[in-house]
């Protein structure tokens, strides 16, 4: 008996600990915004292998995702594959299904290989995402959209503005350096001029 009494109070904090606790859902668009990639995914396939580890030495879950609607960003068809992990413990990633389509808002870990989602994200099947969220994120993704292309333009703007500028500035040094030309040509004449009329008169006055 004298270990019992322990255990009963040495579980349920291990458990705590262990546990991923979660606040309020976060909104639609604080989630779009702070999320690396918004997109529908299928899970095709895990890999439960003993031999990945995290940091902390718990097993590693990792699950293939196939992207087939992307709300932020764009993705090439031919390149869209992801890996999501699952360190396990108290990190608060979330188990996927294989076979399974979710709305993913995902975060980038090491480096940018891998991904994952937070069980205190929004990520859900996409069965249980309201079409409120959809339309939603259609439109955050139209106006980002909208927004780069605003950006391009005025970047391509500030290209054209800046070439005109340096046209301005190199037909403005040539012509100085024309207009110097004329003035240097204009002095040699003269010079050349006066020496002959000087000779000229020195030659008639003998």
């Given at each position: 008996y004298k270990f019992i009494i322990p255990l009963i109070f040495i579980i349920p904090?291990?458990?705590?600990?262990?546990?991923?606790?979660?606040?309020?859902k976060p909104n639609i668009i604080d989630s779009w915004e702070t999320a690396s990639q918004v997109f529908v995914g299928e899970v095709i396939s895990m890999d439960t292998s003993d031999n990945i580890y995290s940091s902390y030495g718990s097993k590693v879950q990792l699950y293939t995702v196939r992207v087939l609607e992307s709300y932020k960003y764009g993705f090439n068809t031919e390149n869209n594959i992801r890996t999501f992990t699952n360190t396990g413990g108290?990190?608060?990633?979330?188990?996927?299904?294989?076979?399974?389509?979710?709305?993913?808002?995902?975060?980038?870990?090491?480096?940018?290989?891998f991904?994952?989602?937070?069980?205190?994200?929004?990520t859900d099947l996409l069965q249980n995402i309201s079409?409120?969220?959809?339309?939603?994120?259609?439109?955050?993704?139209?106006?980002?959209?909208?927004?780069?292309?605003?950006?391009?333009?005025?970047?391509?703007?500030?290209?054209?503005?800046?070439d005109n500028g340096l046209l301005i500035a190199t037909n403005d040094r040539l012509n100085?350096?024309?207009?110097?030309?004329?003035?240097?040509?204009?002095?040699?004449?003269?010079?050349?001029?006066?020496?002959?009329?000087?000779?000229?008169r020195k030659k008639f006055v003998k």
């Open positions: 904090f291990y458990s705590i600990s262990n546990a991923c606790i979660c606040g309020s108290g990190s608060c990633d979330r188990n996927f299904e294989v076979g399974k389509t979710y709305l993913i808002y995902a975060d980038t870990r090491h480096f940018a290989t991904l994952s989602a937070s069980e205190c994200s929004r079409e409120k969220e959809i339309e939603k994120l259609e439109e955050l993704h139209e106006e980002w959209k909208d927004s780069k292309n605003k950006s391009s333009h005025l970047l391509s703007k500030q290209e054209i503005d800046r100085k350096e024309n207009r110097i030309i004329i003035i240097i040509s204009s002095i040699v004449i003269v010079i050349l001029l006066t020496s002959l009329i000087i000779l000229w």
